[in-house]
């Protein structure tokens, strides 16, 4: 009789376990995740500056990222040459000491500025360093919005003020053009969208007349970047923006010239 229950039981247990797996097999599998959809510039450009809220609300200008470096540094030598590289990414990422060996050059360039930010700080960051030279290299994150819409008469709104307080206080300025851009790399994505061609080419324009009109330096990057279609040549910049070692390798040596003459009218 037991060994009849203990069949019976057998029997049981293996028909529950077959159903249950009949019915896990049932079951509507999971839709697989699907890939993040790919944002547009625009988008890109929200999300980033969503991202910076913190920054733009308790220090806009950045003053605290060259403060402890700005106390750090010496006073100039005498007759020491030195030249404050002043701007945005492009100056940022540029590793000066592999480009001008031994040159007392200084680099104050932050991410992502625009000219308003690059006027908060420019008597921290240039003024008060008592450089011979300034080379502002800016204009293109204006263009892009980073820090909201604004106008190419805005943005040369603050030039020549910046332009003026250099003056005001015996800094000779260079002023470089703004780079152009390419879409031609997957990461380069919608770059003209950002950073229309069209609008470089006129603030170009723009800053090349003010230098010849104001005794300015005017530093034309542009023109040995640019290829025949009018954009950055696609081997300078990975992302359609930003100069590789292979782009600083071209802006290097027309920077040390504009500084070279740019001395000498000065003394």
Request: glycine share 6%; with cysteine.
């Amino acid at each position: 009789m037991a060994e009849k229950s203990h069949r019976v039981l057998f029997v049981s247990f293996v028909l529950t376990f077959t159903l249950c797996l009949a019915s896990f097999a049932q079951q509507p599998s999971q839709p697989a995740p699907q890939a993040p959809a790919k944002l547009s510039g625009s988008q890109r450009l929200a999300q980033w500056r969503s991202s910076r809220v913190s920054i733009y609300m308790n220090d806009f200008g950045e003053l605290s990222r060259y403060r402890d470096a700005n106390a750090a540094l010496p006073s100039a030598a005498a007759g020491e040459n030195r030249v404050v590289f002043y701007g945005d990414s492009i100056t940022d990422g540029w590793k000066l000491a592999d480009y001008f060996p031994g040159k007392p050059y200084v680099n104050r360039g932050i991410s992502g500025q625009t000219t308003a930010q690059m006027l908060v700080r420019f008597r921290q960051d240039v003024i008060d360093l008592k450089p011979k030279a300034v080379i502002v290299l800016a204009g293109t994150n204006d263009i892009a919005g980073n820090t909201g819409p604004v106008s190419l008469e805005d943005i040369e709104a603050n030039y020549t003020t910046l332009a003026e307080l250099a003056r005001l206080h015996n800094i000779r300025l260079i002023y470089s053009s703004v780079l152009p851009v390419h879409e031609y790399t997957e990461r380069a994505g919608d770059m003209f969208n950002q950073r229309p061609p069209d609008k470089i080419r006129v603030l170009n324009t723009w800053l090349k007349d003010y230098c010849d009109a104001h005794g300015c330096m005017y530093l034309d990057y542009f023109s040995a970047m640019v290829d025949d279609k009018g954009f950055l040549k696609k081997d300078l910049a990975d992302d359609g923006l930003h100069p590789n070692p292979a782009g600083y390798k071209i802006m290097a040596p027309l920077a040390e010239v504009a500084i070279e003459k740019t001395l000498a009218a000065g003394q």
